[in-house]
């Protein structure tokens, strides 16, 4: 499956602004992937609703099992705010290309 940004993402991000964009999605992490047992772990992480939920799909940042096989950060214990940030990163990377792209 391959993720895009659509005009309604773009519309919901240039309303909302990119700043306000990468607070949620650090706000999601902190609260949906950060904790060493997250709560239904590996469908925290809608495929719609928000863009960011995209871009976590499409970074495989949307669960601790894609976070460990894609990107070495290993299940059972919590994710500091050092890799939540590298991971807001990421997710920030791959919507700042897509929306070059609209």
Known sequence: MRFRLDAEDQAYIDRLGLEKIESHALDFIQKRLAPAI???DGKQ?????????????ATATCCRGCLEKWHGVRKGGPISYEQANEIV??????MRRELKQL
Do not use: D, E, S, Y
């Not at 992480?45 to 799909?57: D, E, L, S, Y």
């Not at 990163?89 to 791959?94: D, K, N, P, T, V």
């Open 38 to 40: 997250p709560i239904n």
């Open 45 to 57: 992480t809608p495929f719609k609703g928000h863009p960011v939920f995209k871009a976590q799909h």
């Open 89 to 94: 990163r990421l997710i920030m990377g791959w």
